[in-house]
């Protein structure tokens, strides 16, 4: 039997989406054993406040997040936004070239719109959602990507997509729909283990994470963000080879 310890660095990123199910995920990761996750239970966000240390190839501020138990074993790092951010991945693949990435993808109208719900809830919007997808337009041709003005463009999912598949090879790359975590719960669970390499033994009950009641989106904006996504949800469905008729429907 091999004695080789493993080298202490993380082993997987769950990269995003935003607002696509990740927290639930980390939930029902946080409930292996064989799984170790960030001590204080949340997102590291080291990928994208990528500081001058790491540059220099010193991650020990990143390690110190995890306990030496979570570091020896199958460790992973649960934060969206490294999906969205451009200089992310690119960071993630300095820090360790055979990264497994995991990301979620969910209806991005449906996606955007429980974004606004949520950073309204934070204090952060005061904007109708209308009102805040026309102040996010001005703010990106202004300023590029922000992390709270991003309802629509978090949701153009396939250049982000391109850009997983430009920096990691397809054997390390498992994206997923949200609906798959939702309805076919335990097999999705399964092959998620099967991805890292963790036995799928014990596979986490099904729960409700920070669902939220909230006033649907009026048909009329549905349908305006339809018109927004669907040419970028037609060639997302040629890249992964995905019927993504549902996520077209009014």
């Known amino acids: 039997m091999s004695t080789a ?23 029902f990761l946080g ?29 020990s ?18 934060t969206p936004i490294y999906l969205y951010r451009h200089d992310c991945l690119a960071n993630v693949k300095k820090y360790n070239p055979d990264m497994k990435i ?7 109208a449906e996606r955007a719109y429980s974004q606004w719900v949520m950073e309204v809830e934070k204090g952060n919007e005061t904007r109708s959602f209308l009102g805040a997808i026309l102040h996010e337009a001005r703010h990106y041709r202004k300023h590029g990507q922000h992390p709270v003005y991003s309802y629509i463009q978090r949701g153009f999912y ?13 054997e ?7 609906e798959d975590l939702r309805r076919e719960h335990d097999s999705t669970i399964e092959a ?9 033994d014990f596979v986490p009950a099904q729960e409700v994470v920070h669902s939220r009641e909230y006033s649907k ?34």
């Open 5 to 27: 310890r493993k080298p202490q660095r993380v082993d997987f990123v769950v990269a995003g989406a935003q607002k696509s199910g990740t927290t639930a995920l980390r939930r």
């Open 158 to 170: 396939d250049d982000q997509i391109a850009r997983v598949q430009a920096l990691f090879p397809p």
């Open 192 to 200: 998620i283990f099967r991805f890292l390499g963790v036995p799928p």
């Open 217 to 250: 989106m009026p048909r009329i904006t549905r349908h305006l963000l339809l018109l927004i996504f669907r040419q970028d949800i037609r060639r997302l469905e040629k890249r992964l080879g995905w019927d993504l008729s549902d996520w077209l429907r009014g």
């Open 31 to 59: 409930k292996s054993s064989a799984i170790g996750l960030v001590q204080h239970g949340g997102e590291t966000h080291f990928f994208d406040r990528w500081s001058e240390a790491a540059a220099r190839g010193d991650y």
């Open 172 to 178: 390390n790359v498992l994206i997923l729909r949200t």
């Open 102 to 108: 995991i990301v979620l993808l969910r209806n991005p």
């Open 61 to 78: 501020a990143y390690h110190k997040m995890y306990s030496q138990k979570a570091l020896a074993i199958c460790t992973g790092d649960v």
